[in-house]
C-alpha cells in the first residue's frame, strides 16, 4: 500500500512539471509568434486606439467628419460638416449654399486615405522623440529623407542623386529659406537681391517678400522688369512653378546669367496634376507634402538642393528661425509616404489622376458651350509615370471672361453663386478668376451645379446635366 501511495506521488509530481514545461513552452512560442504577427494583446495603446476609432465611426452621413481634436458637446465628439451641409449629422443641404472654389485645400484625396485607413494609421507614445534632436544631433530624420528620394525615384519627377535634401515647415516656409539662402552672397552692399517672377503666378513669392521687409531682397515684380541680366550687380532670383500656379501649365526659367538664381517651385508636379516627360533636374527644387498626399495641415515641405553651401544656409535659416521641423510632422509623413509607396505608387496615383481628370473633363465640357467664358488649354503629353501619352488634370481652372462689360470676373462668379480667386492677386488683370478643383466631391459638385446654372442659357437644352 505504502508503495502504491508513493508511486502514484511520483506519476503526479511527473505530471505536473510535464504540464508547467508544456505551458511554458506553449506560452513562450506562442507569444513568440504572436509578436512576430502583430497579434500580441495591446496594453497601453488599446485605450488611444479605442478612441480614435469611436470618433471615426461617429455618423456624419457622408458630408462631414468627427476629429479627436474637434468639439465635443455632452461628452461626444460632433461632426464638422462640409461646405453647404448642416446639422448635428450634416444630413442637410443648406438653402443659401454657394460654390466655394476658392482654396486650394487638397481634401480631394480624403477617400483614399479613408480606404486605406489601417496602414496609415499612427499610434505614438508620450515619450516619443521628446529631445531637440536625433541621435546624430541633426533635426532631419535620414529614414524620412531615404523614403523622399525613394518618393522621387519612384513617381521620376526629381533628380536626387547627388544631393541635399532639407525640409521646412510647409513649401511656404521653404521658399523664405531659399530667398534668405540666395540673397547672403549677394556681393552688393546698397542694392538688395530682386525678386522676380512671370505673370500669372503664385502670390506667396510677393506676399512673403514684401511682409519680411529684409534689406537683403525686395519683390521687383514681372521677370519682364529685368531688362539686362549680363551687367547686374546685384543678385536676381527668379521663382518658377511649374506647373504653375494658377494655369497649370509647365514653365521655364526666363533668365539667365552669373547672378541670376533661380528656385523652381514643383508643388503640383506630380502624376495625378501633370504628365512628368522628365526628371527635373534643376539646382534648387522645392516640394510639399500637401500635394502628393493631400495632408495640407502636416505643414511640411523639402527642397532638393545642388550646392552644399547654399543648403547649410537654408538649413541654418530653419534652425534659426524653428529648430528644424517637429519630430511627430516628421514622424507622420514618413508613414504616409511608405503608405503611398506601396505598389510603387499605383493605387494612390491612379485613384487622384482619374479624380482629376474626370473633374477637368467634366468642367471644361460645361465651359466649352460658352463665348462668354474660356479657360486655359493644356495639351496631352507623355508620361513617364504612367508611361503613355495622358490628357491634362490639373489642380486650378484659370477662367478667363470675355465680354468687354463684364469688368470684374470675380465679381460676375460670385453673382452666380462661385467664389473663386481674383486673377489680380496672380498679377494677372480682372478677366481672370482662378477655381480650384482640389476640395471634397461637395464643393466640386455644388461647383458643377452652378457653373451649369450659369451657362445653361449658352447651352443646348439636350446638353444641360444638372448636377
Not at 504572436?34 to 476609432?53: D, P, T, V
Not at 503666378?201 to 541680366?229: A, C, H, R, W
Amino acid at each position: 500500500m505504502a508503495k502504491l501511495k508513493i508511486s502514484s506521488h511520483g506519476l503526479f509530481v511527473a505530471a505536473s512539471v510535464t504540464l508547467n514545461v508544456f505551458l511554458l513552452v506553449n506560452l513562450y512560442i506562442g507569444g513568440l509568434g504572436k509578436r512576430k504577427e502583430g497579434l500580441e494583446e495591446l496594453s497601453w495603446s488599446r485605450g488611444a486606439a479605442a478612441e480614435a476609432e469611436a470618433v471615426a465611426s461617429v455618423y456624419c452621413s457622408g458630408h462631414g467628419r468627427a476629429y479627436l481634436d474637434g468639439e465635443i458637446v455632452d461628452g461626444k465628439h460632433v461632426c464638422e460638416c462640409n461646405t453647404c451641409f448642416e446639422g448635428s449629422d450634416c444630413s442637410l443641404l443648406s438653402p443659401d449654399c454657394v460654390a466655394d472654389a476658392d482654396s486650394g485645400d487638397p481634401t480631394f484625396l480624403e477617400p483614399f486615405w479613408m480606404k486605406n485607413a489601417a496602414s496609415s494609421a499612427l499610434m505614438v507614445t508620450g515619450w516619443h522623440r521628446m529631445s531637440y534632436s536625433f541621435e546624430d544631433h541633426t533635426s532631419i530624420s535620414h529614414e524620412l529623407e531615404e523614403t523622399i528620394r525613394k518618393l522621387h525615384s519612384v513617381t521620376k519627377n526629381a533628380v536626387t542623386e547627388g544631393r541635399y535634401i532639407m525640409f521646412g515647415c510647409g513649401s511656404t516656409q521653404v521658399v523664405n529659406a531659399a530667398v534668405y539662402a540666395l540673397s547672403e552672397n549677394n556681393n552688393s552692399s546698397s542694392s538688395p537681391s530682386q525678386v522676380v517672377v512671370s505673370k500669372p503666378y503664385y502670390p506667396l513669392y510677393e506676399v512673403q517678400t514684401d511682409y519680411f521687409k529684409s534689406v537683403d531682397y525686395e519683390f521687383e515684380g514681372d521677370t519682364s522688369m529685368i531688362n539686362d541680366t549680363s551687367n547686374l550687380s546685384n543678385i536676381v532670383i527668379e521663382f518658377v512653378t511649374s506647373p504653375n500656379n494658377p494655369d497649370g501649365l509647365l514653365k521655364k526659367a526666363v533668365l539667365s546669367g552669373p547672378n541670376v538664381k533661380t528656385v523652381n517651385d514643383h508643388a503640383y508636379y506630380w502624376p495625378h496634376f501633370t504628365a512628368i516627360p522628365a526628371p527635373a533636374d534643376e539646382d534648387l527644387m522645392i516640394f510639399t507634402l500637401s500635394k502628393v498626399t493631400g495632408h495640407a495641415g502636416s505643414r511640411f515641405g523639402w527642397a532638393i538642393v545642388k550646392d552644399e553651401a547654399l543648403y547649410e544656409r537654408m538649413v541654418y535659416y530653419m534652425e534659426i528661425s524653428e529648430m528644424g521641423i517637429s519630430r511627430d510632422i516628421q514622424l507622420r509623413a514618413l508613414k504616409l509616404l511608405k503608405v503611398i509607396l506601396q505598389e510603387n505608387g499605383d493605387e494612390v496615383f491612379q485613384f487622384a489622376y482619374k479624380t482629376m481628370s474626370d473633374r477637368w473633363e467634366k468642367l471644361t465640357q460645361i465651359f466649352s458651350y460658352s463665348k462668354r467664358f474660356s479657360i486655359q488649354k493644356i495639351p496631352p503629353q507623355y508620361c513617364t509615370y504612367f508611361q503613355k501619352v495622358r490628357g491634362p488634370s490639373p489642380a486650378y481652372a484659370w477662367v478667363k471672361c470675355e465680354n468687354e462689360e463684364d469688368k470684374s470676373c470675380t465679381e460676375i462668379l460670385r453673382e452666380a453663386n462661385i467664389i473663386g480667386r481674383d486673377g489680380t492677386k496672380f498679377g494677372a488683370t480682372k478677366e481672370y478668376v482662378r477655381l480650384s478643383l482640389l476640395k471634397r466631391k461637395d464643393d466640386f459638385d455644388q461647383l458643377l451645379h452652378f457653373s451649369t446654372k450659369l451657362i445653361s442659357d449658352e447651352m443646348p437644352t439636350s446638353q444641360v446635366m444638372w448636377y
